[in-house]
Structure formats: C-alpha cells, structure tokens
C-alpha cells in the first residue's frame, strides 16, 4: 500500500507538493514531488504493481448540498460538483484521476474507508488539521493515515440531516474511473493530522 498525501496551500502560486510512504518503509518523504505528473507516474507505477493507493488532500473534499438538489440523484450531485473542479487541489486531484481514465479506466476509486476494500485500487481521502494549525506538511498527514488506518476513523456528516455533495468522487465520476454512486451523498473519509 502507498499512501500520499498532497500540500494544496502553496496552490496557485506554488508548485504542488506531496510526500507519501509505503506501509513497509518508515522513511520520511520515501516518495514526493512537486508537479502532477510526477504524482500521476508514482500512482501508475504502483497500481500497475499491483498496490493500492491512498490520496490525501489538505483541503476540503466535500461541500455543502442544498437538500432538494441532493435528493435528485446522481446528475443533480454531479452538477453541484461542476464548480469546484477548478478549485486548488481538487484540479490536481482531477488532472491524476483523468490521466489514469486514459490508461486505467477500471481504476476503482472510493471515498470510504470501509468501503475500500482489496479490489479498490484507490482511496482519495481528507487530511483533516489540527485546531489552530495554519497548514499540514505532506509526510505528517502521510504518518497519521497510518496511525488511523486501523482504528474507527472516517468522517460522519457535518450535521444531522446536513446533505453533502463528495467532491473527490464527482471527480472520479468525471474521468471515468469506477466509483460507487453512493457516495456522491457522502463525506468524504477524513483523517485528523496532528502537528503539522
């Protein structure tokens, strides 16, 4: 298993960073870079060997539905989605996930922890930052993905009742990558950062 995690707050300004490790090696920044294409080649490279893959996000991976929009379906959610793809972070997010359309186009993709299951290639997920904290260095959230894998951790709704719309699946949607439609309602799986 490789996770990454990505730094999106130097975004549009600065090139994009990320940092991420293999389960087996306890190496600060094993793999990082600054650029979507080298992402895209990390990501390919180990899909195409065989591992799953955890992309993480410092910023927000599910917006706000409004309830009567939400209930319409798929399409409906989808076009409540349409404005934040330009959005830093979720672009980048978009730029791997069409390039692995290109070439993987069974890529199965989820948003859930639970649901990421041995035949889901991909889990994009939401590094979550502590209180207070201004920004979250890519290798930190990297280590507490693994810290949480194997504990109750994910993202409930926002409020009772709140409708939300899944940013990182409309996105998976998009490229025409395998991804359950259900969780286009739901939050996106998200993990708490501690330090930064």
């Known amino acids: 298993m490789l996770v990454i995690a990505m730094e999106t707050r130097s975004l549009p300004s600065g090139p994009m960073r990320w940092a991420g490790r293999r389960h087996d090696d306890d190496r600060p920044d094993a793999s ?3 650029s979507s294409a080298e992402l895209f080649d990390t990501v390919f490279r180990a899909l195409h060997d065989g591992e799953q893959v955890a992309l993480g996000f410092d910023c927000p991976l599910s917006a706000p539905a409004d309830q009567g929009r939400a209930a319409d379906g798929t399409d409906a959610l989808l076009g ?4 934040a793809v330009t959005r830093p972070g979720i672009a980048e997010l978009g730029q791997v996930l ?10 199965r993709v989820s948003t859930s922890l639970p649901r990421w ?4 290639s991909i889990l994009v997920w939401e590094a979550v930052p502590a209180e207070g904290a201004e920004g979250i260095a ?3 959230a990297a280590d507490s ?5 194997h504990t109750p951790a994910g993202h409930g709704p926002d409020a009772p009742g709140r409708p939300v719309v899944n940013l990182a699946a409309a996105v998976a949607y998009r490229a025409g ?8 309602a739901r939050p996106v799986a998200s993990i708490s950062v501690a330090g930064g």
């Open 32 to 34: 990082s870079g600054a």
């Open 80 to 83: 409540l989605a349409e404005p």
């Open 98 to 107: 069409e390039e692995l359309g290109r070439w993987r186009p069974w890529t």
């Open 117 to 120: 299951k041995a035949n889901t």
């Open 138 to 140: 890519a290798s930190v």
């Open 145 to 149: 993905f693994f810290r949480q894998l």
């Open 177 to 184: 990558l395998l991804a359950d439609a259900s969780e286009l």
